[in-house]
């Protein structure tokens, strides 16, 4: 049975108490536009397209048509969006659109579908108004790629969205050696009125296979939603998060009564149980939001940290991890 009570246990909903937490350090610029929409009494939803919208708008991180390309030289994009009514929508291998999280909350709000991929994402996101970007590299990311071509081998690096990481402050935004690994924000959400919604937008691992996907377009690997229990994204090697549907585990163990933290705990252990000896050369991690409001998270290598903003605080959340 898990840690703080019996199977089955589920949250009280907390309203008038509105929490955005999202990861890395771009997540304190990204839960001030979220904050912009659930200060105001805003819905969840709002608050979770609008908050990473900032993220996949600024070239200088390591999120949108400013990221890294694959191995091709081409830039593309995966994100999610999910409500507290199960409603999601998805898009993956996206190229030259600037807001692809949007264009997953239209394939939620006006298909049939959940998600939508490549050359029919773009197609869809072009006939709902969105405009094609040129689909040149940002000078960073030209450079990198550059350097990439060399060797022309992909070595991930634990912990490159972290800004305050040693290699990131060697060469913002960039490895020296132009290596990259996976590149991430997620979010979680609750409204003044208790509900919950997520969102995952990502430019994936840079220097992929051509077509490669992660876990960020995968409802509940990724992301997953669950409003009488809580919302959870995840960060990291998304190959090891889609092998066990990390992010609805994560809400699962809640629903049996552990904390955020706890359940988060338990996923990570989960993955390194999978991953054996390999685990020490992956990171992953995952961020949890419950409906008391509580948050937390964990993650299997030291170094990863989400940010929080509520009506009392605004900070950086340094996280535990297993190795």
Not at 134 to 148: I, T
Request: neutral net charge.
């Amino acid at each position: 049975m898990a840690p703080g009570s019996g199977a089955g246990a589920v949250s009280e909903p907390v309203t008038g108490q509105p929490v955005v937490i999202s990861t890395w350090d771009t997540g304190l610029a990204a839960n001030k536009g979220a904050w912009e929409v659930l200060s105001r009494s805003g819905s969840a939803l709002d608050a979770v397209e609008a908050g990473v919208k900032v993220t996949e708008s600024s070239i200088n991180c390591c999120v949108g048509l400013g990221a890294n390309p694959d191995r091709d030289g081409f830039v593309t994009l995966d994100a999610s969006i999910m409500d507290h009514q199960f409603n999601c929508g998805s898009v993956a291998a996206l190229e030259r659109i600037k807001h692809p999280i949007s264009v997953a909350r239209r394939v939620m709000e006006k298909t049939p579908h959940v998600l939508l991929v490549g050359a029919g994402a773009q197609q869809f996101a072009v006939a709902e108004g969105f405009p094609l970007e040129d689909g040149k590299l940002s000078g960073d990311a030209k450079k990198a790629y550059e350097q990439w071509l060399k060797k022309s081998e992909y070595k991930p690096v634990i912990n490159i969205e972290n800004t305050k990481s040693s290699a990131y402050m060697a060469a913002p935004a960039r490895l020296p050696n132009g290596e990259w690994n996976h590149d991430t924000i997620g979010m979680v959400a609750m409204d003044a009125s208790g509900n919950l919604s997520g969102s995952v937008t990502t430019s994936g691992m840079g220097f992929k296979m051509r077509g490669r996907v992660g876990d960020s377009p995968i409802i509940g690997a990724g992301m997953f939603v669950d409003n009488e229990v809580g919302a959870v994204a995840a960060t990291g090697q998304g190959e090891d998060v889609i092998r066990m549907c990390g992010s609805h585990a994560v809400v699962e163990y809640m629903r049996q009564g552990m904390t955020p933290e706890q359940a988060c705990k338990a996923a990570v252990e989960r993955i390194i149980r999978i991953k054996k000896e390999k685990a020490k050369d992956i990171q992953v991690a995952f961020i949890a939001l419950n409906k008391k409001g509580e948050t937390g998270a964990y993650a299997i290598q030291k170094g990863f940290s989400y940010a929080i903003k509520n009506n009392t605080e605004e900070r950086m959340v340094e996280v535990k991890s297993i190795l």
